[in-house]
């Protein structure tokens, strides 16, 4: 069964108020998104396996521990899911980033599919998946889904905003993937925006409105 984990940490916490007020300009809120990322990546990766390896200090040859077996991938959503990609890759600088390109159609809410290109070994590696929004569920789990057709069987789902209705649907349909959020708001609007939300992710990212 799919865990939610809610990290709540007060530095989260704290960044991620900023960046829910309207007058955060781009330039603030993509820091702050790339920041929070860092920080929720640090207990995403809590259980990768290390292995132990032979090193010599100035002092003395000894045995230390270092990342490795499973690889890794980080697949944003675009666009917002972008804005998470810099943080994740400052704590994992090998780790490949594969691209899903999703829309929610304005009426219908429903998300379009116009770009997907992954890492060829993408099924060998632990894939995060990063999307500041998880509004209705539906662009997180069409994205789960290509990465379950492409052969991916270890994926984590890490949003910054979720609210129930989204969490429940990612639960039911994937209940193989762990999902990692930073707040867990009230509610969706009539435009299924979430509500108190941070208004439109992609938007407040690039500019574009
Ligand atoms: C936003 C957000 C998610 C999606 C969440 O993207 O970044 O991908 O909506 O909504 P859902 O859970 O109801 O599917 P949007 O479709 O606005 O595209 P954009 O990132 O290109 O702006
Ligand atoms: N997408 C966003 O960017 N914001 C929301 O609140 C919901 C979906």
């Known amino acids: 069964m799919s865990q939610l984990h809610v990290l709540n940490h007060p530095m989260i916490q ?11 300009g781009s330039k603030d809120f993509r820091e702050l ?17 290390l292995e132990e390896v032979e090193i010599e200090t100035p002092i003395c040859k000894t045995r230390a521990n270092k990342v490795g077996g499973r690889k890794l991938a980080i697949v944003p959503i675009l666009r917002a899911g972008l804005g998470m990609v810099e943080g994740l890759q400052t704590l994992v600088p090998v780790a490949k980033v594969g691209h899903i390109g999703l829309y929610r159609n304005e009426e219908t809410h429903t998300p379009v599919v116009y770009y997907c290109k992954l890492p060829e070994d993408i099924n060998d590696r632990l894939v995060i998946v990063t999307d500041p929004m998880l509004a209705t569920g539906g662009s997180a789990c069409d994205a789960l889904t ?16 979720g609210v129930p209705e989204g969490i429940e649907r990612v639960k039911k349909e994937h209940p193989d993937v762990d ?31």
């Open 14 to 24: 704290h960044k991620l108020t900023i960046m829910r007020e309207k007058g955060t």
């Open 179 to 209: 999902i990692y959020l930073a707040a867990v708001d009230e509610r969706l609007n009539e435009n299924a925006y979430i509500v108190p939300g941070l208004g439109d992710a992609g938007d407040r990212i690039f500019g574009t409105k």
């Open 146 to 161: 290509m990465l379950k057709e492409r052969g991916c069987k270890n994926i984590r789902l890490m949003c910054l905003v």
């Open 33 to 49: 998104l790339k920041e929070i990322a860092l920080l929720m990546g640090y207990e995403v990766t809590r259980d990768i396996p």
